[in-house]
């Protein structure tokens, strides 16, 4: 059986699905903080507050946890607003997975993210390894979660895989709190009402990657052959580049009146603070990383799936 925490979070939902549609609904326990409003039917659902150890152990006792996907976290600009929580939720939520899955014999995957790096890494291409010394609460976490990964890895054998995921754009589940949120707010923006006001410059250059990719990445991994396996912190990973506005030349050439208005915020610090570009050669190298989705195949697919989830929006839930 299947555990996944974080379940209603932007990745949560899509790897949901694609787990269910792999292994049966039946193998999947969804778990989050609440169940959602909207439960889909033939899914397994149970509440889990990733802080508290206790909880984890019944859960992977009464359902018999082989795999844990532990997407439970606090984004990078809520966790520089609330980094107590971030430290608590971020750094002993993994620790609590890690312990429960050595004494119960579970496999893990967790996700780290460029905001591991900071202002003395290398912006452009940035290597594996490299300098990890982030500028933010999020970006501490991170680092630490991935050295426990790193810990229980070489000590107790646990076979823990993990990423470093860049910004993830979606249309399914909206993110939440993160400085990569500007690229799918300005799609939603863009079909809802034509303008956005994004909270980064238009020179804001950040690695991104599309969701279907994403989850094809988790799973790509989490098949990959133990022994081809040789980071055991987390492996750098993207698909392509692209600034605030390169994103909006992009849309507006699908939808020509389109405007965007720059007006950045604190998060403009944390953006700044992180590469550009990623070098991912190793996932290429260890598991066969390839994206399938390049920039203009991500805009076409969103902007189709964006304009059918705003078709059926209720007006009042268009935000501006
Ligand atoms: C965020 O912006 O906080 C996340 C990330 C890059 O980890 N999307």
Same mark, same amino acid.
């Given at each position: 059986?299947?555990?996944?925490?974080?379940?209603?979070? %932007?990745?949560?939902?899509?790897?949901?699905?694609?787990?269910?549609?792999? $292994? @049966?609904?039946?193998?999947?326990?969804?778990?989050?903080?609440?169940?959602?409003?909207?439960?889909?039917? &033939?899914? #397994? $659902?149970? !509440?889990?507050?990733?802080?508290?150890?206790?909880?984890?152990?019944?859960?992977? %006792?009464?359902? =018999?946890?082989?795999?844990?996907?532990?997407?439970?976290?606090?984004?990078?600009?809520?966790?520089?607003?609330?980094?107590?929580?971030?430290?608590?939720?971020?750094? &002993?939520?993994?620790? &609590?997975?890690?312990?429960?899955?050595?004494?119960?014999?579970?496999?893990?995957?967790?996700?780290?993210?460029?905001?591991?790096?900071?202002?003395?890494?290398?912006?452009?291409?940035?290597?594996?390894?490299?300098?990890?010394?982030?500028?933010?609460?999020?970006?501490?976490?991170?680092?630490?979660?991935?050295?426990?990964?790193?810990?229980?890895? +070489?000590?107790?054998?646990?076979?823990?895989?993990?990423? *470093?995921?860049?910004g993830?754009i979606?249309?399914?589940?909206?993110?939440?709190?993160?400085?990569t949120d500007w690229a799918v707010d300005m799609?939603? %923006?863009?079909?809802?009402?034509?303008?956005?006001?994004?909270?980064?410059?238009?020179?804001?250059?950040l690695?991104m990657? $599309?969701?279907?990719?994403? !989850?094809?990445?988790?799973? =790509?991994?989490?098949?990959?052959?133990?022994? @081809?396996?040789?980071?055991?912190?987390?492996?750098? #990973?993207?698909?392509?580049?692209?600034?605030a506005?390169?994103l909006?030349?992009?849309? *507006?050439?699908?939808?020509?009146?389109?405007?965007?208005? $720059?007006?950045?915020?604190?998060?403009? =610090?944390?953006?700044?603070?992180?590469? %550009?570009?990623?070098?991912?050669?190793?996932?290429?190298?260890?598991?066969?990383? +390839?994206?399938?989705?390049?920039?203009?195949?991500?805009?076409?697919?969103?902007?189709?799936? !964006?304009?059918?989830?705003?078709?059926?929006?209720?007006?009042?839930?268009?935000?501006?």
């Amino acid at each position: 059986m299947i555990l996944i925490t974080g379940a209603s979070g %932007q990745i949560g939902v899509d790897l949901a699905d694609a787990l269910v549609d792999r $292994y @049966g609904p039946g193998k999947v326990l969804v778990t989050d903080l609440r169940v959602p409003e909207k439960v889909r039917p &033939n899914r #397994l $659902y149970d !509440v889990l507050d990733v802080t508290y150890m206790e909880s984890i152990e019944k859960i992977i %006792q009464a359902h =018999d946890i082989k795999t844990i996907f532990h997407l439970a976290g606090i984004l990078s600009a809520t966790g520089e607003r609330h980094p107590e929580l971030a430290w608590n939720v971020n750094v &002993n939520g993994v620790r &609590n997975i890690l312990e429960a899955a050595r004494r119960f014999g579970c496999r893990v995957f967790w996700p780290s993210s460029i905001a591991v790096f900071g202002p003395t890494t290398p912006k452009l291409n940035t290597p594996q390894e490299t300098v990890t010394e982030p500028g933010t609460m999020y970006g501490a976490t991170k680092v630490t979660g991935e050295l426990l990964c790193k810990f229980h890895a +070489t000590h107790h054998d646990l076979d823990v895989r993990s990423v *470093r995921f860049p910004g993830i754009i979606s249309h399914s589940a909206p993110p939440g709190g993160g400085t990569t949120d500007w690229a799918v707010d300005m799609f939603f %923006q863009a079909v809802r009402h034509g303008h956005y006001e994004c909270f980064v410059t238009q020179e804001t250059r950040l690695p991104m990657m $599309y969701m279907p990719d994403a !989850v094809k990445s988790v799973l =790509d991994l989490m098949d990959a052959d133990e022994n @081809g396996i040789t980071i055991r912190t987390s492996y750098n #990973l993207t698909a392509f580049s692209f600034s605030a506005g390169e994103l909006a030349a992009a849309i *507006r050439r699908r939808i020509p009146d389109f405007i965007v208005e $720059y007006k950045p915020d604190f998060r403009q =610090d944390i953006a700044d603070s992180w590469p %550009q570009s990623i070098n991912d050669s190793r996932a290429r190298r260890d598991w066969n990383w +390839t994206p399938q989705y390049s920039l203009d195949d991500m805009v076409d697919d969103m902007l189709k799936h !964006v304009a059918e989830r705003v078709a059926n929006e209720p007006p009042d839930t268009n935000p501006a």
